[in-house]
C-alpha cells in the first residue's frame, strides 16, 4: 500500500525542470539486464540483440507552455513535435526507425485542425523515413497537449552517451545557434503590434532564417550519417534543445570533466548577429541560453581532429579540462568567467 505522507510542500519551480526529474527518479531501480541506460541521458538504450541496440526517448509539448498557436502553423507544429524527439535519437548517434504519437485535444479544435497537425507529423516521418506505428487521442480541457515517443537503433560499439567525455577531448558542436530564439522574439514582436493592429502585417522579409528555426526547425540526421563516413565515434554527445551553456554544463557533470568554451569560436549565421544589434542583444548570451536550436554537441578525441577539422557543418568550440579546473567561457578579450546555465526551463516561477 502507498503511504501518505504530511510532509512540508515543496515549490516544483524551486528545483526546477531537471532537478524535479532527478529529484522523482533517484531512487528508481533497473531490474532488467535489457536495460543498459536508463533515466539520466538524451534517450534510454536497450540491448536487443549482440550487436544492435534500440534507444528510446519521448517528449511532451504543452499548448502555452511549450508553443503559442497565435502564430505556430498547426503542420508546422506537428513537424516541430516529431524534430524535438528525433533530434533526441541522433544525439545517441543512432538512426531513428520508429514514433508514436499521442495528442489530448480540447473541443475548440475541429477535425480539420488535427488533420493539420497530423500533416505535419506525417511530412516529418516521410522526409526523416521514420514509420508512425502507434499512439493515443484523448479530451483535454486546457488546449493542445502531444507527446511523442521516438525509437532507434544504434550499433552498440558508436552509441554516444553524455558520459564519456575525457579531458583534452575537443568540443565540437553542428551548425549555427541562437537564431531560433531570435525567431520567436521576432514572432512575439509581431504578435503586439497585430494586439495594437490587427490591420497590421506581419515584417518577416529580414528573418526568414530566425522564423524558419523557430517554427520548422530540422533534427541533425545527417550528423550520425557523417561521423560515420568520417570514421569518428563521438566520446560524448547531447542534442542542443536548452541553450548551449545548459547542455555544455550536462556534458561536464555526466563525464565528470571541466570545460573552456571560446566566445569567439561559436558559430553564428550572419542574420542572428544582425538582429542582435537591431533588438540590442549580445549574440553570446543568445547563443548560450537562448535554447531550440536542436544541434548536436558533442566531444572527440584529439587524435580525431583531422578528420572534422575542415568539415564546414562542425565547429569546435572548446576543450574539456580536468573536473577541478570548473566550467569556463574564455570571451574574446581572453578573459575566464564561469559557465552557468541560463537555459530554458519549462519548470519555473511565473
Not at 523557430?214 to 542542443?240: G, S
Amino acid at each position: 500500500m502507498f503511504e501518505n505522507k504530511n510532509t512540508a510542500k515543496t515549490s516544483i519551480s524551486e528545483l526546477g525542470e531537471f532537478g524535479l526529474i532527478d529529484h522523482l527518479t533517484s531512487n528508481i531501480k533497473i531490474e532488467r539486464t535489457s536495460t543498459i541506460k536508463g533515466i539520466g541521458d538524451d534517450a534510454a538504450v536497450l540491448k536487443m540483440d549482440e550487436q544492435m541496440q534500440t534507444v528510446v526517448t519521448t517528449d511532451l509539448l504543452v499548448e502555452g507552455v511549450h508553443f503559442d498557436l497565435s502564430y505556430m502553423p498547426l503542420k508546422h507544429l506537428g513537424y516541430k513535435a516529431v524534430m524535438v524527439n528525433l533530434s533526441d535519437v541522433y544525439a545517441m548517434n543512432a538512426v531513428a526507425t520508429h514514433i508514436t504519437v499521442s495528442i489530448a485535444v480540447s473541443n475548440r479544435f475541429p477535425v480539420e485542425a488535427l488533420e493539420e497537425l497530423y500533416d505535419g507529423i506525417k511530412t516529418a516521418a516521410h522526409v526523416y523515413k521514420v514509420d508512425v506505428i502507434g499512439g493515443d487521442t484523448t479530451s483535454s480541457t486546457s488546449g493542445l497537449l502531444i507527446s511523442i515517443t521516438a525509437i532507434g537503433e544504434v550499433l552498440e560499439k558508436k552509441v554516444a552517451y553524455r558520459s564519456g567525455a575525457k579531458e583534452n577531448d575537443l568540443l565540437v558542436v553542428t551548425g549555427d545557434l541562437g537564431a531560433a530564439y531570435l525567431g520567436l522574439q521576432v514572432l512575439e514582436r509581431e504578435k503586439q503590434v497585430f494586439k495594437a493592429n490587427p490591420n497590421a502585417q506581419p515584417e518577416l522579409e529580414n528573418y526568414t532564417y530566425l522564423v524558419e528555426r523557430q517554427l520548422k526547425p530540422e533534427a541533425r540526421k545527417d550528423i550520425p550519417a557523417l561521423l560515420n563516413e568520417l570514421d569518428v565515434i563521438p566520446t560524448a554527445m547531447i542534442d542542443v534543445s536548452d541553450g548551449l551553456s545548459s547542455e555544455v554544463i550536462h556534458l561536464c557533470k555526466s563525464s565528470t570533466v571541466g570545460c573552456n568554451l571560446y566566445e569567439d569560436k561559436i558559430p553564428l549565421d550572419p542574420q542572428v548577429i544582425s538582429t542582435c544589434e537591431e533588438f540590442n542583444l549580445d549574440s553570446t548570451t543568445i547563443a548560450l541560453s537562448g535554447g531550440e536550436d536542436y544541434e548536436l554537441l558533442f566531444t572527440i578525441s584529439n587524435e580525431d581532429f583531422p578528420k572534422i577539422k575542415a568539415n564546414p557543418h562542425l565547429t569546435v568550440i572548446g576543450h574539456m579540462t580536468n573536473n577541478s579546473e570548473g566550467i569556463h567561457l574564455i570571451t574574446r578579450a581572453n578573459t575566464k568567467i564561469p559557465l552557468i546555465a541560463r537555459g530554458w526551463n519549462s519548470i519555473k516561477e511565473e
